[in-house]
Nanobody, 122 residues
Framework: QVQLVESGGGLVQAGGSLRLSCGFS????????MGWFRQAPGKEREFVSRISWTTDNTYYADSVKGRFTISRDNAKNTVYLQMNSLKPEDTGVYYC???????????????WGHGTQVTVSS
């Protein structure tokens, strides 16, 4: 069973940066596509970014393109989300997810972490 644990959330002012981490265990990490999603209060969970099994195929939501960078360290079984130029609308719970295949819908992902809160103040 895959287990995912996110960390790195917090409170930051607009324009600031945060780096989220997600530790993976239970299966072979390199066999899984890793994604980040977020959910704001009263809204549906939305796709943020995903990275393929290796590091050469990444994809971003238009709302974060140019500001966020996803990466993975297959030696450490960890995926990261570097978030720069944060905006108040980036506020939400950020979830790490894993799947055997590429996808950008929440339903594409089989395994989820419990989430980490990101709050961006104006």
């Amino acid at each position: 069973q895959v287990q995912l644990v996110e960390s790195g959330g917090g409170l930051v002012q607009a324009g600031g940066s945060l780096r989220l981490s997600c530790g993976f265990s239970g299966r072979t990490f390199i066999n899984y596509v890793m994604g980040w999603f977020r959910q704001a209060p009263g809204k549906e969970r939305e796709f943020v970014s995903r990275i393929s099994w290796t590091t050469d195929n990444t994809y971003y939501a238009d709302s974060v393109k140019g500001r966020f960078t996803i990466s993975r360290d297959n030696a450490k079984n960890t995926v990261y989300l570097q978030m720069n130029s944060l905006k108040p609308e980036d506020t939400g719970v950020y979830y790490c997810a894993a799947n055997r295949y590429l996808g950008i819908r929440a339903g594409d992902y089989d395994y989820w972490g419990h989430g980490t809160q990101v709050t961006v103040s104006s």
